[in-house]
Structure formats: structure tokens, C-alpha cells
């Protein structure tokens, strides 16, 4: 950049000599050998430019590239709570086009950085050299055109945050229709999606003109006082040549305008660079409400971070959670119990009853309110979260699957399990023969969120993938929900076979599924009802009844067809 500089500033006085000495005196040779030295020049600027351009393209990439992966190791970071204060398609947004936007005005910081001050000061020096008197009608412009953008900058900066938001509710509107497209098929709402979508896309376009009718008057300004500027100066050096041809000559003229001229395009390349910032600093500051995101759940106070989990031995002490920390209303409350390693427990109760959320305490996906969560006597919080949730196995409601082989979607479970223990996980999930019918079996490549399966398939992949985890704890929350009670029940015998050490917690709506639990724990509105056998529920537990004469047919004890 310093190159292209230095190139800009001597082409002018390069020009003024060819006309005040060559021409004039009529000397070709000068004429050429100048001509010459312009050609060398121009090359050496090019080369400059060429690098500059290189290097400054390979930072702000690098640049971008950093960027990206800092804040998705952040997300990665963030804990439930987090992840709730910004959308998915907030997320997105800034992990691209707030990236993209950052990277745009570091590449051209970097390129415009010295060469725009430089030829703005080198130009400004020549043309006070060339003629003191005739530079104060710069000291009249340069004001004003400052001035002028820096209005136009200060307009445009909250109508460039707008247009970011807008971008997050377009990306968010296309996220939630492609991943609910079924839903919207099935429901005929085809026309409903794209209303809304047509409303998200004026809501960014009209975005986008409101800031461009703000920046587009930065181009006509710098016309209008550049044409005024020029005919000003030839008007007034023109006047001082006829009246005092000592005082300038035509070179020196010449010279004069085109340092005007790289004065003038010099500030607006600045006044260019503080338009681009203007929407950089709205993107940077999206970016850093992520990245200065406190992240809600650590470990960085753990007291055992060495510490592993042995056994899986788990106890509840008067645990309470609400998820609106400010709400008097307790999602669980007063929870108690304890479960010994290598135990079957269930949890049955009706929806909403704060199943899942109570058995998200265990590998903390969230941490109590009050109370106290103990892993082998030890509080979760005292170990690191890697050594708990490595402990954990988790088949969640909402099955899972990611894009790839289904071998690569079990290996979630261990990555180095070889393609024996493979197959054993998925024989003991009962997946072994569905996957054997594909055509590529284990290899069989699943389409994103595993859509090109089934729910019991799926239910069943998730199953397989816990098991191939080989937890102290496994937490299965209706996870065979979509599997018929025959195949359940063949699952079942597996985790009491093959995980007859780790603790097994069952959270079902089918009391079928829970029936055989060494305890049972009843659920109704965050409070424990009951703890026990099936049996001693069927004694003394209301709802336990309830559940059952409403799901098991009286005379024979099997669940009742609906």
C-alpha cells in the first residue's frame, strides 16, 4: 500500500514536468525517458497493489475464519438458559452475515488503512508546495464534505442494525418452516407459511432501502463539491497564469487538479470505509452480546473437575426449579429420594408434570434452584461437566439423528467402538435388522435430523447409541414411545442383561413400560406423590390407580388397544 502510495503522489508532478519541460522546450528525450520512468512506476504500483490486495484478502479471511469458530465454541458453551435468549436464527445470522459483514470491513481497513490517509497527506503536501494560495480553497471543502458524511454515517448506523434484525427474523422464519416442513404439509398451510415468509422478506427490504436511501447521498455530495471544487481551481489558477504566469505554470495546474482530485477521492474512500463500518460496528456489537454472554451453567468452581463417576449412585435432597428465575412457581418442588447403582427406576406422571425436568438435574443440563443433586454422595456441581456427562447416557422425547452414516450417528456413543460393539448396540436396541435391510447397511447415509426413517427406527438408533456409550447412568425419557410393547420389552431385558451395573431411569406415559421398575416414583404438578413397587403403588397411591385402570385392562392385566 505504502507503494501504491508513493506512486499516486509522483505521477501528477511527473505530468507537470512532461508539459512544463518536455513539451514546452520541445525535448523528446526528456519526454521519453519521463514516459519511461511513469511505466516503471505504474508497474511498481501494480505489484503494490497486487500485494496488498493478496495479503489483506488472506487476514480478513483468516479473520472471518477465527471469528466463526470462537463464537460457535461460545454456543457450544452456553448452557439451556443461554441458548433460550437468542434464536436459532439470531444464531445463525451472526455466525454468517455478521461475520461476513465483519470480514467485508477488514479487508477493505486493511487495503484502505494506509493508502487512503497516505494519498489524502501526500497529495495535500504537493498541492501546498504546487501553490500555497490556491490549496485554501481545500481549507473551504474539506470541512464541509466531512461535515456532510459524517451526518449521512450517523444516520445510517441505527438503520443498519434494523436491517441485521431483520435479517435474524427472515432466517429464523426459513429455519422453523424447512424444519417443520411435514407438519406444514400435513396441516395445508403451504399458503399461511409464505404470507408469513412474504412478510419477513418486505420487513428486510424495506430495511434495506431505508439505509440505502441514507447512503446513497454520500456519492452526489462528493460529485457536487468535486465539480465545484475543480472548476474553482481552474477558474483561480487559471486567472493567476494570465495575470502572473510566473507566479504558476500549466504543468503546475495540471498537476494541481489531479492532486485535488486524489485528495477529494481519497476522503471518499475514507468517508466509504465509515459507511462500511457503520453496519461492521452494528454487526460487531450482535456478535459480542454473544461472545459477552455470561455463560449460566460451568464448572469453573468445581471442587472434584479430576474426579470420575464410579458407581451411579444418585440422591435428590429437597431439590426446587423454576425456569423463570424471577416466578414464585416451581416447576419441581421438595423433590427426595435416593437410587443405588445398578437399580431400574420409573417415573410416570401426567404431561407436564416435570419428569424431564427433573432427571435433566442429573448430567446438569440444568442446575436447582434449592436443594442439592449427589452423584455417588458427591454434588454435581463439584464435577467437571465432561466427567459427568460422560457418565450419562441420555435417549431424549425428541429423537435425534444428524446427517451421515448411521455408524457415524452410533459412534456418538464412543468413537472408538469398533464395528463389533457396533452391531452388538444395535442388536441389543433391537436396530440390527432394520439397518440390515438397507442396502448399505451400518452405512446407510441418514438425511438430516434422520427424516428418512421412521420414529420407532429412530427411537431405537438413539437407543443403541446410549448403550454403545456404556453409562453409569441411563436416562431413557419416553424414548419407546413409537416401539411396539413386544420389542419394548426385548429392550428392556437388554438394559437389565448388559447394564446390570449402571443405574437405568425410565421416564415413561405407558405404565407397561414401568411395571417391572425396582421402585416406581409418581409425578403430579413438580411434587412426589408416591415411591414404590408396582404392587405397593396399586396399595396406596391414587393416581398410580388412576393410571392404570385407565392404560391395563382389569381382567386379563394387559394395556388396553386404542
Known sequence: ????????????????????????????????????????????????????????????????????????????????????????????????????????????????????????????????????????????VIPILLISLGLVIKSGFPRFAKMQEKIDNLNSNVQENITNIRVVKSFVREGFEEEKFKKSNKGLKDAGINVMKIMSLTGPIMTVLMGITSVAVVLLGGNMIISDPDSMSVGDLTAFITYVTQILMSLMMVSMLFVFSSRAIASGKRICEVMDEKVSLTDENASEKDKKVSKGDIEFKNVAFSYYKNSQEKVI??????????????????????????????????????????????????????????????????????????????????????????????????????????????EHILEQGGVNVSGGQKQRLCIARALLKKPKILILDDSTSAVDTATEAKIRATFKNELSDSTKIIIAQRISSVMDADEII?????????????????????????????????????????
Open 1 to 140: 500500500m505504502i507503494i501504491e502510495v508513493i506512486g499516486e503522489v509522483l505521477m501528477p508532478s511527473f505530468l507537470a514536468e512532461i508539459i512544463d519541460v518536455g513539451i514546452v522546450n520541445g525535448d523528446w528525450k526528456y519526454i521519453t525517458g519521463t514516459c519511461a520512468l511513469m511505466v516503471f512506476t505504474v508497474l511498481c504500483m501494480m505489484a503494490g497493489g497486487i500485494g496488498g490486495a493478496y495479503f489483506g484478502a488472506k487476514a480478513s479471511i483468516n479473520f472471518g475464519s477465527d471469528l466463526r469458530e470462537d463464537i460457535f465454541k461460545k454456543i457450544q458453551s452456553f448452557s439451556f438458559y443461554n441458548i433460550d435468549k437468542f434464536s436459532t436464527g439470531s444464531l445463525v445470522t451472526r455466525l454468517t452475515n455478521d461475520v461476513t459483514q465483519l470480514q467485508q470491513f477488514i479487508n477493505m481497513l486493511l487495503r484502505m488503512f494506509l493508502r487512503s490517509p497516505g494519498m489524502l497527506i501526500g497529495a495535500l503536501i504537493m498541492a501546498i508546495i504546487k501553490s500555497p494560495s490556491l490549496a485554501t480553497v481545500l481549507a473551504v
Open 522 to 562: 409418581v409425578l403430579n404438578d413438580g411434587k412426589i406423590t408416591g415411591i414404590g413397587t408396582h404392587d405397593e403403588l396399586m396399595q396406596n397411591n391414587t393416581e398410580y390407580q388412576e393410571i392404570y385402570s385407565s392404560q391395563m385392562d382389569k381382567n386379563s392385566g394387559r394395556e388396553v388397544s386404542r
Open 333 to 442: 418442588e421438595n423433590i427426595n429420594f435416593k437410587i443405588e447403582h445398578g437399580k431400574t427406576i420409573g417415573i410416570i406422571g401426567s404431561t407436564g408434570s416435570g419428569k424431564t425436568t427433573l432427571v435433566s438435574m442429573i448430567p446438569r443440563l440444568y442446575d436447582v434452584d434449592e436443594g442439592e443433586v449427589l452423584v455417588d454422595g458427591v454434588n454435581v456441581k463439584d464435577y467437571s461437566l465432561k466427567n459427568l456427562r460422560d457418565a450419562v447416557g441420555m435417549v431424549l422425547q425428541k429423537n435425534t439423528l444428524f446427517s451421515g452414516s448411521i455408524a457415524e450417528n452410533l459412534r456418538w456413543g464412543d468413537l472408538e467402538a469398533s464395528d463389533e460393539e457396533v452391531i452388538a448396540a444395535a442388536k441389543n436396541s433391537q436396530a440390527d435388522l432394520f439397518i440390515n435391510s438397507f442396502k448399505d447397511g451400518y
